[in-house]
């Protein structure tokens, strides 16, 4: 076989990020390209300015605008002009110098994002404000040009300039000042993946709030899928700071908002690859139940949180509850111990804010922070202010209403142990008539109650269960066949969702309560996945589970213990191996693969359903936890908006949310025939 110099494929910058998206923005491709020019904007308005705009076009692009210095205009001895450096090249920026970039706190240090969300728009065009000019640039699949015709049409001819001279015109306004970038993401980079414009805005609603008087105002002028929640539109202009931002999230997260809180400071020194370097970090936390926490690190809303998150809540609560063992009049029982760091954690509403150069980000989205050092460093800190803070007179009030609340956590959280062990010696003795009152259809297993590692399969259909019969682990898995599609039970009455035999069911199997009443520490199973045929209709069924737990046992959803498993639609096999395939593409995949390898015989099986799968093959693909794959169900963003437009709300969103879905497919991929 021939392998040459000629083989080799080298492909610009531009060509490999719209290829190999994941690389520079992360699995959230869109998020994170959003987010970056929020974020090179936000960044801009806090050190030179004092204004951010987002306005969401009927397009769907974007336009962000800050009053900052203004994109240089000019061009280097190589004719590459200041916009094109600066968001059309990659790995370019002005924090590369040593000096720079050791002190620098900003959101951007790289010199990848901003550029890698150019590269994969169809469209984007930069304006520039300085000394009373304006200066335009466009650029056209990621690469610097000009379109013909006025407005922003991304379809319009369009001719590649790299040294494009910029020639500024007049505009009447010498004191504006300022960059705006109007962009259209391109839909066909990343098919499998959608911009979320809601997490953007929070984001930048948060980052905004973490950067002392900047304001922020969005418009929404008809973004595609709307509406959008009220409390992301509109205008902000203070307060800043971590107390206002835990307000603000707080309120997003619909939990209560403490009125009683501590807010402290400090800084220190942690180790990085330079050397020992400076760190400062603020927080303000309170007693609330739930506990609510959002961590920021150099204005970034890290929502994966991380070592900055870790040390902030270690601190804070071993400080607390070091604090409370000499409280007294807290009403102990007799020989009964007060509450501990993690008690305290349960009851806690907290915002941390951390800047730090030469961040260790866990990718390019930004959304945790990776920092042994860090962690160490700060959250001895954090322990150190919070005692000072919690050793004041004046908080004494604030101290005792924390720790009383986390008190009554702890007694919560050892009754709960109590019980779960008590549960699991009973699982263990319990005879056959137990189980009497569980539906008959129930597969039980072993194992039961939180903690104990068992799982429960609600499968398609009854042939479904012969074949999880045959393959499953019955010391911790158990089964339940559905029968038919389970109805659409969003918004229902728990009266009327009774009334429907499958529901009624789930709710005696499960025993952890709906809505209100769900606690997931009561559920049977540590795990409750969804096992429907790889097909249409088992997408139906899946869907319509995925909507009645985040209606009647959301709970569970928010604790993680929720999945759906995606058994193959296909088995592609010869006499050495098989391979799982999940669709057509796949397959040919799979079939092609084999026979480069000289197999004369390659077979392929089509699954029709679950109970057509041989044990073998079921348990390889969904009952195996070693080597399954399973997608986890989440809460979609603010308060389930996009549950109430797929299962709830008017047709018309329906129909908006679908068209949008369908403008992102490539239908020269379909085949039509």
């Known amino acids: 076989m021939s392998y040459t110099a000629a083989d080799v494929i080298e492909l610009d910058d531009i060509q490999h990020t719209r290829m190999r998206p994941q690389v520079n923005l992360g699995a959230r491709v869109y998020q994170t390209a959003a987010r970056e020019i929020v974020d090179n ?32 205009v000019d061009s280097d001895p190589a004719g590459k002009n200041g916009i094109v450096k600066t968001l059309g090249t990659a790995r370019s920026g002005g924090k590369f110098t040593a000096h720079a970039d050791a002190e620098s706190t900003g959101a951007g240090l790289n010199g990848i994002g901003a550029a890698a969300a150019v590269f994969i728009s169809r ?60 962009m259209l993401l391109d839909p066909s980079v990343a098919p499998d993946t959608a911009l979320d414009i809601t997490e953007v805005l929070l984001r930048a609603h948060a980052a905004v709030r973490m950067t002392q008087n900047v304001r922020l105002t969005v418009i929404d002028e008809g973004w595609p899928g709307g509406p959008l929640p009220a409390a992301l539109l509109g205008s902000f202009s203070g307060p800043w700071g971590t107390g206002a931002v835990l307000d603000f ?36 936390a309170g007693p609330a139940e739930p506990a609510t926490v959002s961590s920021f690190c150099n204005t970034v809303y890290t929502a994966d ?17 070091s604090r409370a063992a000499r409280l007294r009049d807290l009403g102990l029982a007799k ?139 019955a010391t911790f898995q158990a089964a339940f066949p559905l029968k038919g599609k389970p109805p659409n039970v969003y918004g229902w009455t728990v009266a009327k969702a009774r009334g429907k035999e499958e529901f009624q069911a789930i709710e005696r199997i499960l025993d952890c309560g709906v809505r209100d009443h769900c606690d997931p520490e009561k559920c049977r199973y540590d795990k409750i996945l969804f096992a429907s045929d790889a097909d249409p209709d088992g997408g139906n069924i899946n869907s319509s589970l995925i909507s009645m737990f985040l209606d009647f046992y959301r709970p ?42 000289g197999r004369s015989r390659v077979e392929v099986q089509r699954n029709k359903g679950l109970g057509e799968m041989n044990a073998d093959d079921f348990w390889n693909t969904v009952l195996d936890p070693g080597q399954r794959t399973v997608i986890q169900v989440r809460p979609d963003a603010l308060g389930g908006a996009l549950h109430h437009t797929l299962f709830g709300g008017a047709p018309e969103g329906r129909r908006t949310w679908m068209a949008d879905a369908a403008s992102r497919i490539d239908t020269s991929s379909l085949d039509l025939d």
């Open 123 to 182: 469209r984007t065009d930069v304006t520039v404000y300085r000394a009373g000019k304006t200066y335009k640039q466009s650029f056209g699949g990621g690469y610097p040009g000009r379109f013909a015709g006025d407005g922003f049409n991304p379809d319009a001819d369009f001719t590649r300039d790299d040294t494009q001279k910029l020639r500024g015109l007049s505009n009447g306004e010498p004191a504006v000042h300022g960059t705006s970038v109007r």
């Open 305 to 321: 949180g991380g070592s900055h998150l870790n040390a902030a809540v270690k601190g804070l609560t071993e400080a607390l509850a």
């Open 335 to 473: 020989g009964e111990d007060g509450p501990e760091p993690q008690d305290f954690a349960a009851v806690t509403a907290l915002a941390v804010d951390t800047r730090a150069p030469d961040v260790s980000w866990n990718g390019q989205d930004k959304t945790g922070v990776s920092s042994r050092s860090l962690n160490t460093a700060m959250a001895t800190d954090v322990a150190r202010s919070t005692a000072v803070w919690s050793a004041n007179p004046a908080n004494t009030d604030t101290v005792t209403v924390w720790t009383k609340l986390a008190l009554e956590a702890a007694r919560a959280r050892r009754s709960a142990e109590g019980a779960k062990s008590r549960s699991r010696a009973a699982s263990k003795a319990k005879g056959l008539g137990t189980n009497l009152s569980l539906p008959p259809k129930l597969l039980p297993c072993r194992e039961t109650g939180r903690g104990s590692g068992a799982e429960l399969f609600i499968a398609e259909g009854d042939s479904a269960l012969g074949t999880i019969k045959a393959a499953r682990d």
């Open 41 to 72: 904007a936000v960044e801009e308005a806090g050190a030179h300015g004092s204004t951010v705009s987002i306005i969401l076009r009927s397009d769907g692009s974007f336009t962000v605008t800050d009053d900052g210095r203004g994109l240089p």
């Open 556 to 597: 569970l959803v928010e604790a993680g213990m929720v999945y759906v498993t995606l058994p193959p639609l296909f088995v592609v096999s010869d006499s050495s191996q098989r391979i799982y395939c999940q669709d057509d593409a796949e397959r040919d995949v799979a079939v092609a693969r084999l026979r480069s390898g």
């Open 249 to 284: 999230m707080c309120a997003c997260a619909q939990t209560p908002i403490p009125t009683l809180r501590s807010s402290v400071e400090g800084r220190g020194e942690y180790v990085t690859g330079r050397g020992p370097t400076p760190f400062r970090w603020s927080l303000t």
